[in-house]
């Protein structure tokens, strides 16, 4: 807006297990912060409620000392988009700023993350027809068929979607055929017709999380097993007995959609495999994870920091000359 300088916000991101929480702990939380501030997830399955373990979130004493948003406000069967995201997370930063602290972006949604910097991209309105057809393809073909075309015409959307998100497939697909385009390759509108930044109403710092792969593997092979001690099984059959099952957006989470498996009715069932699941989640967050990184090479202007144990300090000074050049 005219007149109006722009608001300063960090963007943390960084693939599953990558250590983000640590770092907006030991940046934010302690007596030592870098300056008041508070976070805004963007995480598509932190937004449910009851999936806590599965999801990672922060634990209660962490949100005590540093406010978290767009953390528990759906209930599995209910859908969350990236347009949703960006309108909430505006939202939350001009509320976080109004209480004059920085909003900080943190996350591995990459569609999301992509969406807030760039805004919402000018897609092709839905075609009736060819939805149908696309719908009748997947009863017939199946999803991994439909993914197969989808990674030929259209590899970066494809990376950013999972397998079981047939929504996503069968709208990406859908753009393709209409368009002759892919889905990625429509702009995004979040400029105003007289300015140069695609978000004029922020200024960004926007800091990317990389650690080893061999490393990264480790830390989810780990997370996988922790989440095991700590309930996840538990967790996933209370929310079963809530009424909540595998068809609903909440629980094809990875971490959620392992536990259930084809019964003899040909229903699904929870598997009584839990040492298998537990090998599944692990292997399917490394998959997740190899996808986010491939993702994340879209966010522009990102810096790159290696996450190990300097990697607080060097997001620290990246933070405060941030915020110096601002003044």
Known sequence: MPGQKPMPVCILFGPTASGKTEILERLFAGPGAVV?????????????????????????????????????????????????????????????????RLPVISGGTGFYLRNFVLGLPETPPSDPEIRMLLQEELRSRGAEKLMDELVRYDPVSAARIHINDEYRILRALEVY??????????????????????????????IGLRRPREELYHRINRRAA????????????????????????????????????????????????????????????????KRQIVFFSSIPD??????????????????????????
């Open 36 to 100: 008041p501030a508070e976070v805004v997830s963007a995480d598509s399955m932190q937004v449910y409620r009851g999936m806590d373990i599965g999801t990672a979130k922060p634990g209660q004493e962490l949100l005590d000392r540093l406010p978290h948003h767009l953390i528990d406000i759906k209930n599995p069967d209910e859908q969350f988009n990236a347009g949703e995201f960006v309108r909430l997370a505006d939202d939350a930063c001009c509320a976080i700023t109004g209480r004059g």
């Open 226 to 289: 922790e989440m095991f001690s700590q309930g996840l099984p538990e967790e996933v059959r209370r929310l079963c007995e809530q009424g909540y099952g595998p068809g609903y957006p909440g629980l094809r989470a990875i971490g959620y959609q392992e536990f259930f498996v084809p019964g003899e009715d040909g229903g699904m069932v929870l598997s009584r495999d839990l040492p298998g699941v537990e090998v599944l989640i692990a292997r399917n967050s490394r998959r997740y994870a």
């Open 177 to 206: 055929r209409s368009s002759g385009r892919p889905l990625s390759s429509f702009s995004q509108t979040g400029s105003a017709p007289d300015s140069d930044s695609p978000r004029p109403a922020y200024r960004f710092l926007i």
């Open 302 to 327: 990102a810096v790159w920091i290696d996450a190990g144990p300097d990697a607080a300090a060097a997001i620290r000074s990246k933070l405060e000359a941030f915020l110096a050049s601002g003044a």
